[in-house]
């Protein structure tokens, strides 16, 4: 009776799930399928999980909210480790056009203007309100569809007032929204037209980079490493300049060029680097060895029709840590992680298991959150899903639909989809 009284008491049970998977690290089959699994939070944490037995013994269940598993399979939280979150307008005209032709006479004798300066003009004009509204319905459809932490860059400012403004509707909507928001300074997306690049890039240097990290307004610094993009050696100088102000590198690199990028963020031991499309072994092994886990973007893939999509073999056989994310950006407007992992299997050769531990721990890892999300297990934040079908592997194979039934964040039931809609309970 004792030690019934000194057992913590469970606010939320989850239980007899088909298939509880924890993706845990150290897991033997890779993903840590616990069949008949039961699950207990205590506040934002989860305090047991295992079988039935398992975690009786170790919490008191008997006033908590029991939700059955029965016939369900229960996961963590998606981590999206790379999005444009937040963006003004839409270049719907621009990909239906190029679904036909990349031939840039034809796209301007048709009126349609491409490409990242559309998009920030667009962004430039709109208001900080329906930046903020169109984010938040964005974030919305992500969380309906199983994702508890985003991260979000800016970047479609390249000024100092505009990539402010996109920082703090990040704040915003971590403030206000249950999804934990990580916020990312990209103002070296690219540069303004009408501002030579030496210029801009000592803006970056003497202005962007110092009121951001003096304002707290982001946690990593992000650039773009490619031909017609910033150097290697600029890319250098930029994040070094954000590190030194407590801002860490992540790095867009080798899309559609290699020019050492992911090199740099081996030697420099950057939290990602993203893309890796034209990346050669050599410096997948720097990555590897330097602990730098990659971040893999099968939509951009898809909607670009990208002439050479990345090869996850060789950096799953280097040793590398996997992250899949959506990159929801106006070129590739995707919003589920349940769609990244579809295309991660059957365009990129990754297996359901791949690509489940890719969407959650991987993303953990690429954001530097593994220690309190991505997996499930005592002590982590209580960031769950719960899919409406028998197997994990439901998820790649039932194609353009939502598994969701709920999602838990931080020990709260803030989404239930039904077969007759969904609600947001705040």
Request: with cysteine; net charge negative.
């Amino acid at each position: 009776m004792e030690n019934e009284k000194n057992k913590l008491k469970a606010d939320l049970v989850i239980a007899d799930c088909s298939q509880l998977v924890t993706c845990k690290k150290d897991a033997l089959d890779f993903i840590g399928v616990i069949e008949n699994g039961w699950i207990a939070v205590v506040g934002e944490k989860i305090a047991a999980l295992g079988s039935k037995e398992e975690v009786m013994n170790a919490v008191d269940c008997s006033k908590a909210k029991v939700i059955s598993g029965k016939e369900k399979v229960v996961v963590p939280g998606f981590i999206d480790a790379h999005t444009h979150l937040i963006f003004g307008g839409s270049r719907v005209k621009e990909y239906a056009a190029r679904l036909i032709t990349d031939d840039p006479k034809i796209l301007q004798d048709m009126g349609i203007k491409t490409g990242i300066m559309v998009t920030v003009e667009m962004t430039r004009n709109a208001s900080t309100e329906s930046l903020y509204k169109t984010a938040a319905a964005r974030l919305y459809n992500m969380l309906s569809s199983g994702t508890t932490t985003v991260e979000s860059k800016s970047g479609y400012g390249l000024t100092t007032v505009d990539e402010i403004k996109m920082l703090k509707i990040n704040e915003q909507l971590n403030e206000s929204l249950p999804i934990d928001i990580v916020s990312t300074f990209l103002g070296a997306h690219g540069w303004p037209e009408d501002i030579p690049r030496e210029k801009y890039i000592n803006i970056l240097l003497k202005e962007m980079i110092p009121w951001i990290a003096k304002l707290e307004l982001a946690k990593f610094c992000d650039i773009w490493c490619d031909e017609g993009h910033y150097t290697e050696k600029e890319c250098e100088k930029i994040l070094q300049a954000a590190r030194d102000v407590g801002i860490e590198p992540k790095i867009h690199t080798d899309a559609y060029s290699y020019i050492g990028g992911s090199d740099l963020a081996a030697d420099m031991r950057m939290v990602s680097a993203d893309h890796l499309n034209y990346t050669p072994r050599t410096a997948l092994r720097k990555l590897s060895e330097a602990n730098v886990p990659g971040v893999l973007l099968p939509v951009i893939d898809f909607a670009v029709n990208h002439p050479k999509p990345f090869n996850p073999r060789p950096m799953i056989e280097e040793g590398m840590t996997i992250a899949l994310a959506t990159n929801c950006c106006p070129g590739c407007w995707n919003e589920s992680m349940q769609f990244v992992m579809a295309l991660a299997c059957r365009q990129h050769s990754m297996s359901a298991a791949e690509s489940l531990r890719a969407a959650t721990l991987g993303g953990a890892i690429a954001l530097g959150l593994e220690c309190d999300r991505g997996s499930l297990e005592v002590g982590k934040l209580a960031d769950i899903q719960i899919w409406n079908v028998p197997t994990y592997e439901d998820v790649v194979y039932r194609l353009g639909g939502n598994v969701v039934e709920k999602v838990i964040k931080r020990g709260k039931v803030v989404i239930e989809n039904s077969l007759s809609g969904f609600s947001f309970i705040k």
